[in-house]
């Protein structure tokens, strides 16, 4: 548990962290014209994955599958994107900054239960990373598409710094909660800086310049059935 906080306002964070990400899975499976089934499948994979993973790793019993409420959640959210896509359609952007508030949740909390495990500092940070993003790969996997993670947005290199910040700040000695508050502060502010402004790791030069050839190419093609 995060040191400092009340236990059941981390429950209710997580809880609505597993929703926001719930709807994020929905909402992909709404799109992929997936029938029911398939939407919830991808609200349980999105909003639960990371935290498996997560408990698997660490060696524990997965705590998502230990308290209905977490499935309640994801399964809610599923259902709402199944019957209420358009109106979730026109708020994307405040569900994008939600889905930032729980990726820096997830990724910090991850991160503090990996060294309660006594993890060394770099699988703690990687595990801290992984709750908040495994959802998303096994997403993108599942609909046959390259991990969103890996070819665009800053999405994973938040989580890692959030969860870098507690890590750190434990192998220091320290826990103080300001810390984990500052991680999920970096995380967030990455997060929402990184949409805002359409930030993107860059790619290998080689593959720039093929890019830019492949444009061009496509744009003479154009010219020319104009004229």
Not at 87 to 110: H, K, T
Not at 153 to 178: I, K, N, T
Request: hydrophobic share 55%; proline share 5%; glycine share 12%.
């Amino acid at each position: 548990m995060v040191p400092g906080f009340d236990p059941t306002l981390i429950l209710w964070l997580n809880l609505a962290g597993t929703f926001v990400f719930g709807l994020s899975g929905g909402l992909a499976g709404v799109r992929a014209r997936l029938d029911l089934f398939g939407v919830l499948v991808l609200a349980l994979v999105v909003s639960m994955t990371g935290g498996v993973v997560r408990d698997v790793l660490i060696g524990t019993p997965p705590a998502t599958f230990r308290d209905w409420r977490f499935l309640a959640a994801a399964g809610l959210a599923g259902v709402t994107t199944f019957a209420a896509r358009p109106i979730l359609e026109r708020i994307w952007n405040v569900i994008q900054v939600l889905d930032a508030a729980g990726l820096a949740l997830f990724s910090v909390a991850g991160a503090v239960k990996a060294v309660e495990y006594h993890l060394g500092p770099a699988p703690a940070i990687i595990i801290g990373a992984i709750t908040g993003i495994g959802g998303g790969v096994l997403r993108d996997v599942l609909l046959r598409q390259i991990p969103t993670v890996l070819r665009q947005d800053l999405y994973a290199v938040p989580a890692l710094a959030g969860a870098a910040v507690v890590v750190g700040a434990h192998s220091a000695g320290s826990h103080s909660v300001v810390f984990p508050l500052i991680g999920l502060a970096v995380c967030f502010v990455a997060r929402v800086v990184g949409i805002r402004f359409d930030i993107q790791l860059p790619v290998a030069p080689s593959e720039r310049r093929r890019s830019a050839t492949s444009l061009t190419e496509t744009s003479r093609g154009d010219d020319d059935s104009e004229a």
